[in-house]
């Protein structure tokens, strides 16, 4: 699943804010997608998170994405993918979380449809 969210104001360039973040997003899609059959334990969602920002994008981003993704997921919900997104800047930054990607290919798919189209850290340059 890919959620696109827009970055709540309280969240800030940080790698426990973002953690927090994914947790808020995960509880959500549980609250849609809820374990089924009713008490059992659920099918597991691979999460990819796409938060739209109008936060500059630096290369610091990168470093902080990839401590905000869990290691180890302790719930049917698995953080795939963070990724912030300037499209004033047309940049962004991502973290691809460790996962059998053969299973949930779709961050390093979405990460690969991002590039094509926006730059990371910084906009292309303008050559004249």
Not at 44 to 68: K, N, R, Y
Not at 72 to 101: C, D, K, T, Y
């Amino acid at each position: 699943m890919v959620a696109i969210i827009h970055q709540p104001k309280d969240v800030t360039a940080s790698a426990a804010s973002h953690r927090e973040l994914i947790l808020r997003v995960s509880r959500a899609v549980h609250g849609r997608y809820p374990p089924w059959p009713s008490g059992g334990p659920g099918f597991v969602i691979g999460l990819t998170t796409v938060i739209i920002t109008t936060d500059l994008i630096s290369p610091e981003d990168e470093q902080f994405l990839a401590l905000a993704l869990p290691s180890q997921a302790r719930s049917r919900i698995v953080p795939m993918g963070l990724f912030r997104v300037n499209l004033e800047q047309e940049a962004f930054a991502f973290a691809i979380g460790p996962s059998p990607q053969d299973l949930f290919p779709e961050a390093i798919t979405l990460a690969d449809g991002l590039s094509s189209v926006l730059g990371r850290f910084l906009p292309p340059l303008e050559l004249e």
